[in-house]
């Protein structure tokens, strides 16, 4: 970890200066293990609650306190500190070549921006403590007023401390390059106890993230759009282009149940609940130099597209199916009138299939023993409740709950609410992993 390059690095070992706070006791196994069983048991304590609650709006400035208040972080940061102040030193030497210096710097500038808001960070709560060590020695009525002052500064700086957590964390937790991407989203309806709801929930997902992407300002584009026989959806697929959109979206990939009692039938006069799901596949648009398909691993057959669409639906052969040989992927499109748009539109998702199988693969290569709390991020993983009948829409990955269904698939504030709670606490995960690692490599 990164406290540690500093005994791992070469070129810091060949400067006498850059041994100046390395201790014998920290690479001692019984001190090792010992730190590590103190910090799980802490964690469990500290971390448990925190990504494990029912999370209300209310909830995120007090836990990103509690998170900051854990000795292990703070170890870490001082850790931090000490080599960036050692690199520091290690620049001012005239003895160090070019090449050397190129590579002193670079991990100087990345430690800069956190060493300043750490600082930041002390220095106000340094300020709150004199604060507090004031208003005790205030309790005269004449000095009534003075105090009235010292708290409502100290209230300011409170705050601008918490914004300063959140850009620390945010600066810690290690940045998927994947997250600036834009993304190919799928929705496929599912199987039901009885009745038609899976199609018609289908519909209303789809156009939960078309609202969404218009709420966040990015660009949605319809590939394929196959509507069910009697009503709903059966299978569509949008690009979604904009800011930083497959990391608002990388989460929202799975099984999505819906319970409701049908509008129309036997269920419905009875109220019957009915349950059925639906699924979302996220997956992130690659640039074309980065998948390229080999046209001799390819069968393209050509067939008439179905469903309501004008006088080329069931007459022309303007459908096309993409079977990847060596994988055994099957893409359709049936969204334009010309086979060779179509065709192109397949030939786009496919190559967002194959991307999505390379990057699986390096996570899996990556991936610890722990999985993180907001889930696996498999595709099959049922992800999300929406039940009807009691108004509430449930994520099971950070037990969040939503008490207004209709507005929550409005795709608007309480959709980005929970998407930013999601992105919250996987963050807060991945730096329970980091201080884990930083202990494990100590």
Known sequence: MNHLWLIRHPLL???????????PYQLRQTHLDT?????????????HPLLNKCWYRGDCQQDTKMLWKHKALKKYMEDLKKE??????????????????????????????LEAIYQ??????????????????????DEKELQELALEERKIIGQKINTLYSELFQSLVPKEKYDRSDVILEVSSGRTTGGDICQQFTQEIFDMYQNYSCYKHWKFEVLNYMPADYGGLHHAAARISGDNVYKHLKYEGGIHRVQRIPEVGLSSRMQRIHTGTMSVIVL?????????VDPKDLRIDTFRARGAGGQHVNTTDSAVRLVHIPTGIVVECQQERSQLK????ALRVLS???????????????????????????????IRTYNFTQDRVTDHRIAYEVRDIKEFLCG???????????????DEEAIVELLEENLRSA
Request: aromatic share 6%.
């Open 13 to 23: 070992n060949a400067h006498r200066q850059c041994h100046t706070y390395l201790h």
């Open 35 to 47: 730190r590590l069983w103190d910090f799980r048991q802490n964690k469990n304590h500290f971390f």
């Open 84 to 113: 960036y102040q050692v690199l520091h030193q290690c620049l001012l030497d005239v003895t160090v070549n070019e090449s050397d210096r190129k590579s002193l710097h670079q991990r100087h500038a990345e430690l800069a921006p």
């Open 120 to 141: 930041e960070i002390q220095e106000a709560e340094q300020a709150i403590e004199e604060l507090e060590s004031m208003c005790k020695n205030l309790n005269k009525q």
């Open 284 to 292: 992130p648009q690659p640039d074309e130099v980065e998948v390229k």
């Open 342 to 345: 179509n065709k192109a539109i």
């Open 352 to 382: 967002a299939r194959l991307y999505q199988q390379i990057i699986e693969k390096e996570k899996y290569q990556q991936r610890s023993a722990r999985k993180l709390q907001v889930g696996t991020r498999a595709q099959s993983e049922r």
């Open 412 to 426: 608007e504030k309480y959709l980005d609410q929970l998407i930013q709670r999601l992105l919250q606490s996987a």
